[in-house]
């Protein structure tokens, strides 16, 4: 989702009363410099890691001031700098509100995810994290928060810090604000040294908008793979299907990761993992969830896997998913049998049928040409990642697919599909698994032929092409269109 940097992320933590350090906004070296020591922050929309990126520089004299601002406003992209105010700091917290679309066991809504330990390397103290769960329509009091924080220092004053942030949240329909660190200074008050926020353009509202205006979001700077999406959206509007690419260069010898994040949950647990690191790179934002078809899927896969910089793809959801994990594992079956260049991947499967889609990878991930490894949802994306390195190959694999020829046995305009017959494979003309596969009764067999029922539907699951291909010598095939943006 587009974000906000830092100068922007202020504005709107400052109108709901939240104190910040001071800080000036710069877009040009000014003749009257600020007084050292400050610290000059490059603004840049997405920009994450900036520490490690040299993006963020202390300054003690004005010289270094200068120079700062010279080489910072001369950065790709930097809209300004930032320069704040050195603080006496005496202790660290961290937080952010982030959006909880809502699963199986739980109601769309926020969380606080708040930490007594703030600072860089947040990723690697998960332990530490107190997740308060909270209703937009009805946030938490201060007083509410207060009784979730026992055991922190002046956790009055802190409780009422987090409503106001709560607040912000709320009020500008943001997808993820996060205050890090949140510095505790000598008289005990609170602020935020540093902070940042995601949201969805169409819900920023219109007296907003002047807020939320950056180069990065406007429409005319789409680019072709978030296009393809979009088609993929009008002609299939089910369920979410949302991917961003990430705006910055892969810094050099970091890991560029291909992400199918599902649901909020997914987003979340990525973010904790990746947030402080400057050796993973996320390629892209994503977010496949709310019930879409395996079709929309396997479409989205294949958009995600068209980046060329990538080096390796993660799926991971919230672990207790909803949306049927074997439909979901068939459809990146697909995708890496089908992608001219599939990646090495990461797979967690967590929710719904997660058996079956274990069990489904595990029997397919031998005749793949890139490696695949599947965890469970005890497994959280930190493990993962610590994967990654021992997965990666040398080279991009690049392989062709040809759809195999076969008769047009019918069509499906939502979601959109072929689904094509191969004869020759059925040469009993007996009953092939595929139609006993279908959960919804849409294909029947009749008079020796796949056919369909008018009174059911086709909801787009892949479970016939998957048992065809497993018990029936791929009887029955399934053709998707792709945007021409793809590979
Ligand atoms: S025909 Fe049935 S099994 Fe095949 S994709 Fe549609 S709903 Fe799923």
Redo the contacts with the bound molecule.
């Keep these: 989702m587009p974000a906000l940097p830092e100068y922007k992320t202020r504005i709107l933590l400052e109108s709901n009363g939240v104190p910040m350090v001071p800080a000036v906004f710069l877009d040009h070296v000014p003749e009257i410099l600020p007084k050292p020591v400050v610290y000059l922050k490059a603004q840049i929309p997405g920009a994450t890691s900036r520490a490690g990126r040299g993006l963020v520089r202390r300054a003690s004299s004005q010289n270094e001031i200068s120079t700062g601002l010279t080489e910072l406003l001369a950065e790709q992209n930097c809209l300004g700098v930032l320069a704040a105010e050195a603080a006496d700091i005496r202790r660290e917290y961290y937080a952010a509100c982030l959006l909880n679309f809502g699963g199986s066991g739980s109601l769309p809504g926020g969380v606080l995810v708040f930490s007594p330990e703030g600072g860089t390397g947040i990723e690697k103290r998960t332990g530490s994290l107190v997740k308060i769960p909270f209703s937009l329509l009805n946030p938490p009091s201060a007083d509410e928060i207060e009784e979730k924080l026992p055991g922190v220092p002046n956790s009055g004053s802190l409780a009422e810090f987090l409503n106001k942030m709560i607040n912000t949240f709320i009020r500008y329909k943001l997808t993820v604000l996060e205050t890090n660190p949140i510095a505790v200074v000598e008289d005990g008050s609170h602020i935020v040294i540093d902070c940042r926020a995601e949201f969805e353009k169409h819900g920023v509202s219109k007296k907003d908008a002047h807020l939320f205006e950056l180069p990065g979001n406007t429409v005319s700077d789409t680019t072709p793979l978030e296009k393809a999406v979009e088609s993929i959206n009008t002609d299939d509007p089910a369920g979410t299907g949302f991917f961003r690419a990430t705006r910055d260069s892969v810094p050099e010898g970091a890991v560029a990761v291909a992400t199918n994040l599902c649901g909020g949950g997914g987003k979340m647990l990525w973010e904790m993992a990746t947030g402080g690191r400057t050796d993973i790179f996320t390629l892209n934002e994503s977010d496949t969830s709310g019930g879409l078809s395996a079709f929309k899927s396997y479409r989205i896969l294949r958009v995600i896997l068209s980046q060329p910089e990538a080096d390796v793809l993660v799926l991971t959801g919230s672990g207790m998913a909803f949306q049927n994990q074997y439909h979901l594992a068939s459809a990146v079956w697909k995708a890496l049998r089908e992608s001219p260049s599939p990646l090495p991947s990461l797979l967690r499967f967590g929710g719904t049928d997660q058996e079956k889609a274990i069990q489904l990878m595990d029997e397919v991930s031998q005749n793949l040409p890139v490696e695949v490894r599947v965890f469970r949802p005890e497994i959280f994306p930190n493990a993962m990642i610590e994967q990654i390195s021992s997965i990666l190959s040398e080279n991009r694999v690049h392989q062709e697919f040809k759809a195999p020829e076969g008769e047009l046995l019918f069509e499906t305009a939502t979601p959109p599909a072929r689904f094509i017959y191969h004869p020759e494979k059925n040469p009993g003309g007996t009953e092939p698994a595929c139609v006993g596969?279908?959960?919804?009764g849409?294909?029947m067999w009749k008079d020796g032929i796949i056919a369909t029922n008018p009174e059911a539907k086709?909801?787009?699951?892949?479970?016939?092409e998957t048992a065809s291909l497993l018990r029936d010598n791929g009887v029955l095939t399934i053709e998707l269109d792709l945007p021409e943006e793809v590979e």
């Design positions: 596969e279908c959960p919804t849409f294909l086709c909801i787009g699951c892949l479970a016939c």
